[in-house]
């Protein structure tokens, strides 16, 4: 079984602009969530989707978002970039919300 | 939502028996409490995953005591591939809120 995709591997960007980043889950996983590390902060939670739909959200600024598609592939954008937006962000998906997730190898965004 | 505390780093030799403790002194009673462990440039994998008591699996135990205000990952006879970054994760059922441990760094030793 193929495991949990993530595109692009690396993105250098500007401060003020927007990315979006993409996730492919398991499949037959209907839970996506995404989060952010940095050696500052750690691992910290940024949203969840399920069934297309926004369930669970961590503690983020707006400017933090994401939308799950009909075959529960997830993308997350983030707008108005700041330099300390710059971080490792996984995804992972799982059957549903406190299952086992099984994470990506994550997408390393710079911003200068 | 519980704060999760974990040591920063733990030395290990082959063949020993490794345990990480993870405090969490505010956890409610339908938080959970899960394991992963990550290698650079890797996202985390699942270790293992309870709620109280002991959980046993092929790689791993957890021990979860009868406040679950801590609980211990034990890994037997560790080998060089088991250096790595140990999380502890205590999570809700009924909210929407993950609070991840700062991570303790293993290191096996020959």
């Known amino acids: 079984k193929a495991g949990v995709t993530q595109t692009p591997r690396y993105l250098i960007k500007t401060r003020g602009q927007q990315v979006t980043l993409s996730c492919s889950p398991i499949s037959g996983h209907r839970s996506v969530s995404w989060y952010q590390q940095t050696p500052g902060q750690g691992l910290q939670f940024l949203f969840e989707?399920?069934?297309?739909?926004?369930?669970n959200k961590g503690n983020f600024p707006g400017r933090f978002s994401g939308r799950q598609f009909s075959n529960s592939r997830s993308e997350m954008n983030v707008s108005t970039l700041e330099l300390g937006d710059s971080a490792l962000y996984l995804c992972a998906s799982s059957l549903d919300w406190s299952y086992e997730q099984y994470f990506g190898p994550g997408t390393r965004l710079t911003v200068t | 939502l519980a704060k999760t505390t974990q040591p920063i780093s733990m030395d290990s030799y082959e063949g020993q028996e490794v345990n990480i403790t993870c405090s969490h002194n505010?956890?409610?009673?339908?938080?959970?409490i899960t394991w992963y462990q990550q290698f650079p440039s890797q996202g985390p994998r699942f270790i293992i995953q309870?709620?109280?008591t002991k959980v046993t699996n092929e790689v791993a135990s957890l021990f979860i005591p009868a406040d679950r205000k801590s609980s211990t990952l034990s890994l037997p006879r560790v080998s060089l591939s088991d250096t790595a970054v140990y999380y502890c994760?205590?999570?809700?059922?009924?909210?929407?809120?993950?609070?991840f441990g700062t991570g303790t760094r293993l290191q096996v030793f020959p």
């Open positions: 505010n956890i409610a009673t339908n938080d959970y």
């Open positions: 989707y399920f069934s297309e739909t926004q369930r």
């Open positions: 994760l205590v999570g809700s059922r009924n909210t929407d809120k993950l609070i």
């Open positions: 309870g709620y109280k």
